[in-house]
């Protein structure tokens, strides 16, 4: 049961990789194995749409050799994936966008007879930012995601407009817990475990997840050195 | 095992009830009891934003004494839902979106300790046009029930914009049977039963549903009869 | 210059009309006349799709005699229109979307050689909510009215997250006044007169529209009165 | 009076660059002069989020040295802006996606006691795909350009589903022309000179406009041998 973590921002401890990494916790918790990658420690060619081309050409594995190539690859070996994105004008950052359409090539294997190569993947999505756009962005991920062959568990979408101090906000926090703790039980479902897919209140999980991911990304456990700035930001 | 269809069109046998039924047909041959409503057969009073008022007030059932109670009731029974609507505007009709208002009724008993009522349901959706906005109204719907806790399985979206001849278009026709299957199945998967969660492409299916479906709407076999307008519609 | 806002919230003292208001007060220091309705007082029967009749058939006027025919009618002859909207599972409310729906039958002039008739009116949209969804509801708004040949002036959206609050935000106050102003500006600059259309920031025309609309909707000075049930929200 | 057409397609004679072109060649006709970028002639890294930092430090011109920085450069002097894009995933392509958010630097202005440098600019989207997403697509693009400042003419957002064979289908070269028409006039508008805005239906014009471009893109005048391939896709 693997769980992978995709983080579509260029900040390694902001709010978006605080709930993606209290959601793969989670989902380890539910015995997930988990990986994490940052969309920014490597190239992601933008698509050529080779789908237009006479062939029918567009297949996984995708002409490029870049670190998409091998992040498609991760994707591909996945059962359960996480993507996490910073709030860019209303939608994900443009990383995260060049990535989804490098995927069109495990998708696009319906057109060589085979299933699409995200069927019976479990997603989930989580979304950070400062002002809005929040489940403009999610619900266009799971869209997606969904119109590519993927299962979304109930409430697939987490999100936290607290930016770096989204990890103190306990709604959005137990939020992405549940992101993590329900794409890992899906994915047992899957897999013939009996699991339950309702939403998890448990205060205790949460400070306990809290602790590990504050240790882990070095964070003071003083929400106010992290959220001193949030007054500047419009979005 | 119950699945429920809401039809959002005023239209009796156009499209969006074409597909619509084939879904419901395709869903009984996973052995789902069915039924269906017309959003247009009663009065769905506009919500009027108790979950403001200081109590909190806003509960199932719904203070409103009209069809939309009698809708919300069969809601709640279900397992499965399927909400078929034409697409208005790149959006969902204005009866089905009055109806997802008064479902807020629903998911709000968790502000009284409860689980949201969507919690368990497993959701799909149709969605038929002529021009564009099909994901976008398809995407819309399975965001706002994923959020009020409902589980969507791969393949959620089926969509056309053959508008009445959309029973007459294979590919559309073979989607919307797989939104009736993979509802129905999710169900049956939740239920502790051994599934595939993979699309279904298989002909001969095909032709028995479309078969069933002209049968019940009265509609000719020849499908230039209800193409035949097609050419005026811009939306 | 007549400038004409629909309030599509139930509550007419809500931060919905607040802003609605506060915009009017902006569009007629302009030099607009200015007049509003409620879309809850009256009944708007939902669109029965004649677009997809033989014959041509959905032309102004509707063939509904009810509200929404009124409403229609004063749309029609208006230069400017600002629609305000709770958010509503990350939409307009179900009346609103009816609204529109029945606006099909201004647009859709074009199929019998005239102009749509909602070419060259201007468009601004007012969105209020306590969590997220606003910029999807503004931009489903804009885009719509936009494809129905209404010209949208920069800034068109405002939004508050601060509900019944939100007209003690002064940034978002601020937005919504420049919604107003812009708005007319942008319907004179159509009849020929010079103005700018930059984003206004005025504190003293801010507090002076505060002042207005808190006695048109017989609200105290006192903030507080009104946020004390914002944590309820989770919407 | 200039006009910049930005094409965030790989292929440089697509329905993309097809229509593109057809609006800025209306563009000129209304006295404007173009120019026009392709996303794909250079490297647009990604935003790294500095709005974020303590600063605040996300200003114009951007701190990267890349073809991005050159482009938003072009956007700073134009007047008015067409961005044409591929439908990838019912949005615009990762290329387009990186512009915008490197775009924040222009709009971040307003944090430095400017105007946003895109106020007062006038914004048209084309979009053209082979299935769904058209709406959703170019409506995202005018909601995020007019919450930069941007104008919106009427009937801004132009697409087709043709694809390859997008410039010979008379409507959507008909509506592509509107863009560029409707764009230009509208920053003659605000630079006081008497107009109409309303949609021009103009044969002539039309045809006159598809010879340039595909005497331009050394297409056949042949639409078949471009639309044969348009049964493969999908999306």
């Known amino acids: 049961m693997k769980v992978l973590g995709i983080l579509g921002s260029p900040h390694k401890n902001g709010g978006t990789a605080q709930l993606l990494f209290s959601a793969l916790r989670a989902a380890e918790k539910e015995g997930a194995e988990t990986e994490w990658y940052s969309l920014y420690d490597g190239e992601i060619k933008p698509c050529i749409g080779c789908i237009q081309n006479e062939g029918p050409e567009c297949r996984f594995p995708c002409i490029f050799e870049d670190y998409g190539k091998f992040l498609l690859q991760k994707i591909y070996e996945a059962d359960g994936l996480i993507f996490a994105t910073p709030i860019y004008w209303f939608a994900p950052s443009g990383v995260m966008k060049n990535l989804i359409d490098r995927m ?127 007054g500047y930001l419009r979005y």
């Open 104 to 230: 069109t090539c495990l998708e696009n294997m319906v057109s060589f007879g085979e299933p699409s190569y995200l069927e019976g993947k479990v997603f989930g999505a989580i979304v950070v930012g400062a002002d809005t756009g929040a489940l403009m962005t999610g619900g266009y991920l799971i869209a997606t995601l969904n119109s590519m062959g993927a299962i979304i568990p109930p409430w697939a979408i987490a999100y936290s407009y607290k930016s770096k101090a989204s990890l103190w906000d306990d709604k959005d926090l137990m939020n992405a817990i549940n992101v993590g703790l329900l794409v890992a039980r899906t994915v047992a479902l899957l897999k013939g475990k009996k699991v339950s897919l309702f939403y998890v209140d448990d205060k205790a999980l949460l400070e306990e997840i809290r602790k590990e991911v504050l240790t882990e990304l070095k964070l003071s456990e003083e929400p106010l050195r992290h959220v001193r700035k949030v």
